[in-house]
């Protein structure tokens, strides 16, 4: 059995208000977890953070982190995740090659003064860091593929196999155009038949009008690469900041409606403490234990 548990589920920024509070507010980081490997992190946004008080403090944190992209977004975490401030943690960090520099001289350029107080080496933790290869590569206990997504910048998405069970992540997506089908080959590939499907939904069909070139796409694109990837549950993500609970809630009655037409046997919307128990070959959907399916998250707990 393997699960998945989100820590940060909006795109852009970080937001905290009440209007937002029940599905959260902080930036991308979602968790895999199982008995057979290591914690695999999808990407390291302020929920990061999160996750780290989560972790005990009697032994060394280890672990691998696979990051879609360096838009501060999904980066802004790294200095804040506590067990880095251990001796002996050590966190592997995978990312797509860089146009100019190499990723670790791109993440150590920014986690240094003057825009961070401390740099990666004043961290008592170590932090390795790996230029994802494109295709299929391994971690101990787990099957990795990487796969170029559309997006401003290089920006990778991953499926994760583990314990029978496939996810795929495509946190940041664009859209070809409105009312566009056509999805990306190498994202159909790597989407393909998956029991889960993580992916952007950050705006709706007017946002995305007056912003098609941002590097998002809309929540019904999200179900579109979903059905004709045959994925069997999708799960909407990257919520736009601007995007309060209840019209979160409205995207995902729409967003249900249109997967029950084209065949996608789930829709849920991604919020802060929700966890997905995942057994090959169903999938159970909880919330820190409490048993539900196709319901609307409930307020999150344990972050």
Same mark, same amino acid.
């Given at each position: ?25 902080? /930036?991308?980081? !979602?968790? &895999?977890?199982? +008995?057979?490997?290591?914690? &695999?992190?999808?990407? $390291? ?9 989560? #972790?005990?403090?009697? #032994? ?5 982190? =696979? ?8 980066? #802004? ?7 880095? $401030? ?11 090659? #860089?146009? !100019? *520099? ?23 933790? *170590? ?10 590569? +391994?971690?101990?206990? !787990?099957?990795? *593929? ?23 992540y495509v946190s940041d997506h664009q859209q070809p155009a ?8 190498? !994202? ?17 069909? =007017? ?16 179900? +579109? ?20 609970d209840l019209r979160i809630d409205e995207l995902l009655v729409?967003?249900?409606? $249109? ?12 919020? +802060?403490? =929700?966890? =997905? ?9 909880? /919330? ?16």
């Open positions: 059995m393997a699960e998945i548990t989100f820590y940060g589920v909006r795109g852009s920024t970080p937001c905290a208000c009440d209007s937002v509070a029940r599905y959260g507010g902080n /930036t991308s980081c !979602v968790v &895999v977890t199982s +008995e057979d490997h290591d914690p &695999v992190v999808l990407d $390291l946004g302020t929920g990061l953070r999160f996750y780290g008080l989560d #972790q005990p403090f009697d #032994q060394p944190f280890r672990g691998t982190a =696979l990051l879609t992209h360096l838009h501060w977004d999904h980066v #802004q975490g790294i200095p804040f995740f506590s067990p880095l $401030l251990v001796e002996g943690a050590s966190l592997d960090v995978y990312g797509p090659p #860089q146009e !100019v *520099e190499s990723l670790e001289d791109s993440i150590r350029r920014f986690i240094k003064p003057p825009y961070f107080p401390v740099s990666v080496d004043e961290l008592p933790g *170590e932090i390795n860091f790996h230029e994802a290869p494109i295709g299929s590569f +391994e971690v101990p206990g !787990v099957q990795i *593929e990487a796969a170029w997504v559309p997006h401003v910048g290089p920006t990778l998405g991953y499926r994760i196999t583990t314990g029978g069970v496939s996810i795929a409105p009312a566009s089908t056509d999805v990306d080959e190498a !994202v159909l590939d790597l989407c393909a038949e998956v029991d889960v499907l993580i992916h952007d939904a950050q705006f709706d069909d =007017l946002e995305f009008s007056m912003r098609s070139d941002w590097g998002h796409c809309t929540v019904d694109y999200a179900v +579109e690469v979903a059905a004709q990837a045959g994925a069997r549950t999708l799960v909407l993500f990257h919520h736009d900041p601007a995007h309060t729409g967003a249900r409606r $249109l997967g029950d037409s084209r065949g996608v046997e789930q829709v849920i919307a991604a919020s +802060e403490g =929700l966890t =997905l128990k995942l057994e090959a070959p169903s999938v159970a959907d909880s /919330t820190r234990g409490l048993g539900r399916r196709r319901s609307a998250p409930q307020a999150a707990t344990g972050t």
